[in-house]
């Protein structure tokens, strides 16, 4: 069993930056790409970024341009999604995510993962 919590969220203007983080526990997750993802009220969950094993690479959604980073550290079990220059429309409840599979593979479907957080709030004020 994993278990998975995610923080670092809050208020913030837009232009501003926060860093999210997902703790996890239970098992280690050095094995398993992991992902961030986002839900607005009432819209789908949409993803954001995913990272492999190893933080050797990375995925990101078209909409992040540059402004986010996803990085990981195994010896802490945790993973980062910096995100920078932040919009109104960036707010959401942001999820952590562990994938169905091992390996190197980069996801961006819900369907590829199977342990969510409970998610942090991210509010961007204009």
């Known amino acids: 069993q994993v278990q998975l919590e995610e923080s670092g969220g809050g208020l913030v203007q837009a232009g501003g930056s926060l860093r999210l983080s997902c703790a996890a526990s239970?098992?280690?997750?050095?094995?398993?790409?992991m992902g961030w993802f986002r839900q607005a009220p009432g819209k789908a969950r949409e993803f954001v970024a995913c990272i492999n094993w190893n933080g050797a690479t990375t995925s990101y959604a078209d909409f992040v341009e540059g402004r986010f980073t996803i990085s990981r550290d195994n010896a802490k079990n945790t993973v980062y999604l910096q995100m920078n220059s932040l919009k109104p429309e960036d707010t959401a409840i942001y999820y952590c995510a562990k994938s169905r599979q091992y390996g190197s593979t980069l996801y961006r479907t819900v369907e590829d993962f199977d342990y969510w957080g409970q998610g942090t709030q991210v509010t961007v004020s204009s």
């Open positions: 239970g098992r280690t997750l050095n094995e398993f790409s």
